[in-house]
């Protein structure tokens, strides 16, 4: 089993940057596949990133694809989301999650999430 913690969130203008953290405890996290997603006020969650065991196998939701860069580091049992030009539509709680099967964007591959980390972008 494996217990998700993110940080990092905050207020922030447009245009502006954030680095979100998710830390990993637990048994061999590292041998978990990763993911954020986020879930803006009254709207459905939503796939932002994935990463493979590894490092080498990233996934990005169109939206954030450019802006945002998900890494690992498994010595530290961490997980990061670099966020960069940051618009308004990117405001949610953002929460990390764990799966052991492929690196993808739905949700039901991953068994473990944390409580999420709020992001608010101001225009």
């Known amino acids: 089993q494996v217990q998700l913690v993110e940080s990092g969130g905050g207020l922030v203008q447009a245009g502006g940057s954030l680095r979100l953290s998710c830390v990993a405890s637990?048994?061999?996290?590292?041998?978990?596949?990763m993911a954020w997603f986020r879930q803006g006020l009254g709207k459905e969650r939503e796939f932002v990133a994935a990463i493979s065991r590894s490092g080498g196998n990233t996934e990005y939701a169109d939206s954030v694809k450019g802006r945002f860069t998900i890494s690992r580091d498994n010595a530290k049992s961490l997980l990061y989301l670099q966020m960069n030009s940051l618009k308004p539509d990117d405001t949610a709680v953002y929460s990390c999650?764990?799966?052991?099967?492929?690196?993808?964007?739905?949700?039901?591959?991953?068994?473990?999430w944390g409580q999420g980390t709020q992001v608010t972008v101001s225009s």
């Open positions: 637990g048994r061999a996290s590292s041998t978990y596949i």
């Open positions: 999650a764990a799966g052991r099967v492929v690196v993808s964007s739905s949700s039901t591959m991953y068994d473990y």
